[in-house]
């Protein structure tokens, strides 16, 4: 009888040995540490010796081929914070990232260590995060926050992954909320009467940021996009101006608040045409700001700059939407103008393109939206109307009348 061939050293081997519940096997081999020295490992309990030794193969080949999961004890803050430090985004993203891992992650899951995650632990994370999260412990946290913080877990979790410290992602087996239930139910949008009678009312007043609020509404824009616009940025020629970059406030614990200007959400440059009437609006306001100073009409100047050309900051910017808006409801009556937030108007312009029939990928381009998918799913509610009107022209062709 052939004997089995003995291993050579460093292939590992299996031992067996005596509990009270019987008889047990131990496997040995030896796997790279993250300092790149290797280390023996046990691994114990098996039942019989053909499992042990099934068992001993598979990490032996994981060691060979490069997927072995590294022996460590490091804990999710740890990595957390380790990942943080390497993160090759933008200053604004990574704020908001440290700001989230401090308050939402660190304090219920860093001491764990990161192969004590499951996706069901993760999981149950997220429900408590939106049934008691909040910092100030007055209740949860919307869907929509929660379902950002599985993002930042689930990148995190991924660099571990590669980095050899878990061997899949638990994040991948987690059930955060879903897309459609973090939508902000706080979206409000104006029909086109309400939109005009507050830019009639605006314009009357007259509002020294009556330009402001038509520029928001007839491109689209994002606050901070339309706060770092700069008049060189405008081709009067073409009617189009050009979204090149973002105003953004920074926050870290312990230090200024800094105005940060950078690159749009998206990351990309984007054009959006205007309409003949609002590009005459802003060409005048050009004017009208250069008879305050040369400067305030030069090409790098910000067009909704303050009197001394600096950018407006953004949260002031939006409360003084917010006080306007209620001077209107009080002039115009409340039931004519509803109660809308500043990024509503963001809404309202793409919510009336969509109903008034322009392709949802037009929509998307205007908004700076990366996927198509991304608008249809944050205006799903102007899809029915483009459902009805769908039958509608489908009639008109089939049997020659209007439905």
Do not use: C
């Not at 090759?88 to 989230?100: F, H, I, P």
């Not at 100047?301 to 306007?324: A, C, K, M, Q, W």
């Not at 309202?348 to 037009?362: C, D, E, R, S, Y």
């Amino acid at each position: 009888m052939t004997k089995p061939r003995r291993r050579q050293a460093g292939e590992g081997g299996i031992s067996e040995y005596a509990t009270k519940a019987g008889v047990r096997y131990l496997i040995k081999y030896t796997a790279p540490q993250e300092d790149g020295t290797k280390r023996i490992v046990l691994k114990r309990g098996f039942l019989t010796r053909k499992a042990a030794g099934e068992e001993l193969r598979e990490q032996r080949t994981k060691v060979v081929t490069g997927t072995h999961v590294l022996t460590n004890r490091v804990t999710v803050g740890a990595h957390m914070a380790e990942w943080l430090d390497g993160l090759r985004l933008g200053q604004s993203t990574v704020a908001s990232y440290r700001k989230n891992v401090r308050l939402h992650i660190e304090p219920y899951l860093g001491d764990l260590r990161l192969d004590q995650l499951t996706g069901t632990r993760l999981t149950a994370h997220y429900r408590k995060l939106e049934t008691s999260g909040r910092f100030d412990g007055t209740g949860g946290l919307s869907a929509r926050t929660v379902r950002y913080v599985h993002t930042i877990i689930h990148s995190a979790l991924g660099a571990a992954v590669r980095d050899g410290r878990l061997a899949l992602n638990p994040a991948d087996k987690a059930t955060p909320p879903t897309a459609r239930e973090s939508i902000s139910p706080e979206m409000k949008t104006w029909d086109s009467e309400e939109l005009r009678r507050f830019l009639d009312w605006s314009q009357e007043l007259p509002d020294e940021l009556y330009q402001a609020w038509l520029l928001l509404a007839m491109t689209g824009m994002r606050r901070g996009e339309a706060l770092a616009l700069r008049w060189g940025d405008f081709d009067f020629t073409s009617g189009t101006v050009s979204v090149r970059r973002s105003a953004g406030l920074i926050r870290v614990k312990g230090k200024p608040v800094e105005l940060l200007i950078g690159p749009p959400k998206s990351g990309r440059s984007r054009v959006v045409d205007l309409d003949p009437q609002s590009l005459a609006a802003m060409r005048s306001y050009r004017a009208q700001r250069g008879t305050l100073s040369l400067a305030l009409a030069h090409a790098d100047s910000y067009v909704l700059g303050d009197i001394n050309g600096e950018v407006r900051h953004p949260e002031r910017f939006s409360r003084t939407f917010h006080g306007r808006l209620v001077t209107a409801r009080k002039a115009l009556g409340a039931d004519l103008l509803p109660e809308i937030r500043l990024h509503d108007l963001r809404h309202t312009h793409a919510t009336l393109l969509l109903q008034a029939g322009v392709h949802p990928k037009i929509v998307s381009e205007r908004l700076g939206h990366a996927k198509v998918s991304i608008t249809m799913d944050v205006y799903s509610h102007a899809v029915p109307t483009l459902q009805r009107e769908a039958a509608s022209k489908l009639a008109g062709l089939v049997y020659g009348t209007g439905a």
